[in-house]
């Protein structure tokens, strides 16, 4: 897991943001547009090589948070309503809705997708970094 800032990936129609710190690596966008993320290219991250609408929603298949998008036409993730929760058997719980975290000392932000630590050791709490995997 790495601890650099978010990076963007932009493409024509869609930007890609990664936060390395949240992904948990569920694999989701690999499976989802191999042409866009390929971990063995550099930038692993090519938004161009789809159309922003696939981009958008393999993007928000990501259970984490890890990768968010922006698009060029302004249309955003609608997330469910109501929340869905999810546990996972040995890992995080999984939350997709509108939600807001906020925090001793930290701006409260709105979030649609997380995964929080189940177990208690994360060392990126609430976020969950596997550490109950290891």
Do not use: K
């Amino acid at each position: 897991m790495s601890d650099v800032r978010p990076r963007s990936y932009t493409g024509s129609d869609v930007t890609v943001t990664f936060d390395g710190t949240r992904c948990l690596h569920f694999a989701e966008c690999l499976r989802g547009l191999p042409a866009v993320f390929d971990v063995r290219a550099r930038p692993w991250i090519s938004p161009d090589n789809a159309d922003a609408a696939a981009v958008a929603e393999v993007v928000e298949r990501c259970p984490s948070g890890a990768l968010r998008h922006t698009r060029r036409d302004g249309v955003e993730e609608t997330p469910p309503d109501p929340t869905v929760v999810t546990a996972t058997e040995h890992g995080p719980i999984l939350l997709h809705g509108d939600l807001t975290l906020t925090g001793i000392g930290q701006a409260s932000r709105r979030e649609t997708r997380m995964a929080l630590c189940a177990c208690g050791r994360s060392a990126r709490r609430p976020f969950c970094d596997n550490v109950c995997r290891d």
